[in-house]
Every structure is written in structure tokens, then in C-alpha cells.
């Protein structure tokens, strides 16, 4: 448990630490240019407002879902044992939702917590930033239905592979940190 806490301070140090070179950049860079404040300025309202709109509600299905949803069926339907099952399961959890990739990602968490493949959650978001019902009907009108099913469908295999690649390149790593742990290599 302490552990843990020492874990999360550092990392919130951190994102702060981010946050201010993420600024001194943002300061410096308008004094070279600064013909370029207003448009920057108004961006970031506008992503302030979004974020401010869309957030809350984001953290009230979140609620929800860790309220409603237990360890249990996550486990069961995304977890370790899940196999194909669960890949075409994050892939319509992916696709199914609209609204911008961040929104994704305290729900990627959140299922990780619970229990999740890392497979899957990759897949799930790769899903939710490249498949999007409304994007294929789009693609459908203006591109005909070749385009939309060979788009779609490579982009189904090739988020599997990632998937699978990076769960193999974390399982990889965790088992060298395990062996560093434990005096071997």
C-alpha cells in the first residue's frame, strides 16, 4: 500500500514537472512568434471548453461502470482466458462509441484495473481512434463499399497484431524487471 502511494506521488510529480516544460515551451515559443498568441489562445479555449463539457460525463460513466460492471465479467469476457472472444468484444466496445480518443483512456484504465488483457485494451483503443460506425457509412457514400470493407478490414488485423505485439513486448519486459528483482541476470 505504501508502495503504491509513493508510486502515484511520483507520478504526479511527474505530470507536473510535464506540465511546467510543457508551459516554459508554450511561453517561449509565442515570444518568437507573436503573431501566433491568438490563434494558440483560442485553441485552447476551445479544447477548455470541450473538456469542460465533456468530462463530467465521462466521470459519471465511469461511475457507473464501476459500480454496475464487476471484476468478475471483465475477467471473464476481456480477461486472460477471453481469447478471440474478447478481441472482437473490445472491437465493438471500440468502434461503437463516437467522441474524441481521450474519453478512451479512464475507461481503458478503468478496465485494466478490472482485470482486462493489455491485448485487448490496446485494441479497444485502437479501435475506438480508427473504427467509428458513422466513419464507415461516410466512407461507404463517398468511397464505395471495397474501400470501406479493405480499410476496415486491415485495419482490424493490423490492431489484433498490435495488440498481441505489444502484450508480448509488456509480458517481455515485466518478466526481465522479475528476473533483475530476484538476483538473476
Do not use: H
Request: net charge positive; aromatic share 10%.
Amino acid at each position: 500500500m505504501k508502495n503504491l502511494k509513493e508510486k502515484q506521488k511520483r507520478g504526479m510529480k511527474r505530470d507536473w514537472i510535464l506540465l511546467g516544460i510543457i508551459l516554459i515551451i508554450a511561453v517561449v515559443l509565442l515570444s518568437i512568434f507573436p503573431d501566433r498568441k491568438e490563434p494558440v489562445i483560442n485553441t485552447l479555449w476551445d479544447y477548455f471548453i470541450e473538456m469542460a463539457l465533456i468530462l463530467p460525463a465521462v466521470m459519471v460513466i465511469l461511475g457507473l461502470f464501476a459500480v454496475f460492471v464487476s471484476k468478475e465479467t471483465v475477467i471473464k469476457y476481456l480477461g486472460k482466458a477471453s481469447g478471440i472472444k474478447g478481441i472482437f468484444l473490445a472491437i465493438i466496445l471500440g468502434a461503437l462509441p463516437t467522441g474524441p480518443l481521450y474519453v478512451a483512456f479512464p475507461m481503458a484504465a478503468s478496465l485494466l484495473k478490472k482485470g482486462a488483457k493489455i491485448s485487448n485494451i490496446v485494441v479497444f483503443l485502437s479501435a475506438w481512434a480508427c473504427i467509428k460506425i458513422p466513419q464507415e457509412l461516410v466512407e461507404l457514400q463517398f468511397l464505395g463499399i471495397w474501400f470501406m470493407l479493405s480499410r476496415l478490414t486491415l485495419t482490424i488485423i493490423f490492431i489484433v497484431i498490435m495488440g498481441i505485439f505489444i502484450e508480448k513486448v509488456v509480458e517481455w519486459s515485466e518478466d526481465g524487471k522479475n528476473i533483475k528483482s530476484s538476483g538473476g541476470v
